[in-house]
């Protein structure tokens, strides 16, 4: 992706109308958190004025703007759209604001499933201006049928697993992964989504492969997050086994990456499965997730949940405390906020089980 | 599909080379078995000469060819690609066969990943002799995300599940809906797979859809066959919970049909599963295969397995026996080959739930 006469790490404007302090922005904020230095400016008419400290917690003096032309005052050299919404396809309001962007000679970076380029209007701006599409989303390249190849790999495998979608399992990743090389460690967050690709620079969208070869995309992401040197691989979860939209991409992940052990995250609080439609459902409760995972990779290689990472974003501290305690009560398994109150409860089991494979 | 100007009913040509006795055959066997008298003849260059009934056991005296030009004087109106490669892409030494047969005035059917339309020498042909590509693994539109809208539908949902891939969920699927209505009831296959739109002339093949809308695809095949007048709804299941390449697929496939029930399909003496590099996984053992699609159904919706199909066609009439008396005494389910002896000892517990809900 990308050419070499454009900048490495663009400075991005990042498109999240009306949905930057939703759960629907998990691109931007991600971004926000993982690419500090690259991000020129947040377009959300609802916010402008504010900053994004002020808005997330985080992410310093980042201003939100109400439009394209306030955003281009920022010196941008990309437009990042930072929202996934279910379905993934383009809305017609926001072809004309990449058509202007793109005219303003910023380069489009997207991880809907509906590509950029199939877009005419987007294409053919882009075209005029010479500027550059990034489809994160889109695969590279084709994937053959899993086999278990990661199985054969030297590198302990764990994935990131979820009670839901959008409860925190990237940056679970990511941040273990982090703490792991603090102890000396070289781990590696294996990317599966659109934001882990945008952050780390590769992996694959394993939802937008067709559906008989996500296990496969997964197995040879196993493979090629082991070539790149990583001795931990922190594989990036998707979606949640009991969310009806997406288990499938789920089950496909865990069968593909054949895990030594999972990290399960969780949103305390979460009623209902995100997505519209979804009200009739309910999160499980967490022993009843761990059970689930459990049991899904028993039917092929056995593998236990090791620890808890909760996200508590969205309450105060004296109560993420009591969170992260219920947690590890009603599941006997270590338990924490890793953006809040550092991942080591976590790296410890794993560290425990690489000692013992 | 297709053009007015064209056989509805087309009169097939099939090709099996050197794979029509193989599990890799069964959308041949299939056609063989569902469409009588649309199979003009079968070309595997192994088998030339002898009759399908003397290969399959059925069939009657549809010749087997060792060449399209053999094939071409038995008058057949298309080509159909019998066999499902896994990876399903066109082997180079069978686009030279397509194009013969496209210059011969052939249309071209395959069920492969990889269309038809996409291979430049088979398009090229296809134009210039104004024949028809019938990509069937090609879906013909796309999917929202799934929300549980199976639930809604009037019809009693039945899904065929498995202990592998090509253990006979279609035909299972097929022989349950004839028998269904056989006593009265309007009962109808709902195909997910190549080989099932090819029987019914309509319906999608999930495994091909991006793995994010897999559920959403089923969803939307559950209501199609309720809006058709189905009032128990046989949908063709895919894969098996516990194959490292496909248990994606076909979780997705449980969690977008949601299913009232389930009926088991089953190979005995299936050592591994199917596939190159499978030879490390082993095939459960039926109670466990039952544990396994309870326990995910549950995951959001409860369903039984209701029974279990057999495909005995490998072995005795004998031992045939004996094998269904053993799986129905290790599951405490009803049992039979649905093919060889009927299907009215696993229509009748799907009856009574039919009273029942």
Redesign the interface.
């Given at each position: 992706m990308g050419s070499t006469d454009r900048p490495v790490s663009p400075r991005f404007l990042v498109l999240a109308e009306q949905r930057f302090d939703t759960l629907y922005a998990k691109t931007a904020i991600c971004a926000i958190r993982y690419l500090p230095g690259q991000i020129a400016a947040v377009i959300d008419s609802n916010l402008s004025g504010r900053s994004v400290e002020d808005v997330l917690g985080f992410g310093g003096d980042i201003p939100i703007v109400s439009n394209l032309e306030e955003g281009l005052a920022r010196d941008p050299d990309a437009l990042l759209i930072g929202i996934a919404p279910?379905?993934?396809r383009l809305p017609a309001k926001w072809v004309e604001l990449c058509v202007g962007a793109a005219e303003a000679g910023l380069d489009l970076w997207s991880g809907m499933?509906g590509p950029l380029a199939a877009d005419p209007a987007v294409a053919a701006a882009a075209r005029a201006a010479g500027i550059q599409l990034h489809d994160l989303r889109v695969p590279s390249r084709s994937f053959?049928?899993?086999?278990?190849?990661a199985?054969d790999v030297d590198a302990l495998v764990i994935l990131t697993v979820g009670s839901d979608c959008a409860v925190g399992k990237l940056t679970a990743s990511l941040e273990l992964a982090e703490e792991l090389k603090r102890s000396g460690v070289a781990a590696l967050m294996v990317p599966t989504g659109q934001t882990g690709i945008l952050i780390a620079g590769w992996g694959v969208a394993?939802?937008?492969?067709?559906?008989?070869f996500?296990?496969?995309a997964t197995e040879w992401l196993v493979l090629e997050g082991a070539s790149r040197g990583g001795e931990v691989l922190l594989v990036e979860g998707q979606g949640a086994?009991?969310h009806?939209?997406?288990?499938?991409?789920?089950?496909?992940?865990l069968?593909?990456s054949?895990p030594h052990g999972m990290i399960l995250c969780h949103e305390p609080g979460r009623e209902h499965h995100i997505?519209?439609?979804?009200e009739?459902?309910a999160v499980?409760e967490l022993p009843a997730v761990v059970e689930?995972y459990e049991?899904?990779a028993s039917?092929?290689r056995p593998a236990k949940v090791l620890g808890i990472a909760l996200n508590t974003s969205e309450v105060s501290e004296r109560e993420a405390h009591r969170l992260v305690d219920e947690a590890r009560d009603v599941t006997g398994l270590p338990a924490a906020d890793p953006v809040r109150f550092g991942a080591g409860s976590l790296t410890e089991p794993i560290l425990e089980l690489r000692s013992a494979v």
């Open positions: 279910a379905g993934g499933h053959p049928v899993a086999t278990g190849a199985l394993v939802d937008a492969v067709p559906s008989d996500v296990s496969g086994l009991s009806p939209g997406y288990s499938g991409v789920t089950l496909g992940l069968h593909g054949l997505g519209g439609g979804l009739w459902t499980p689930m049991a899904a039917w092929i």
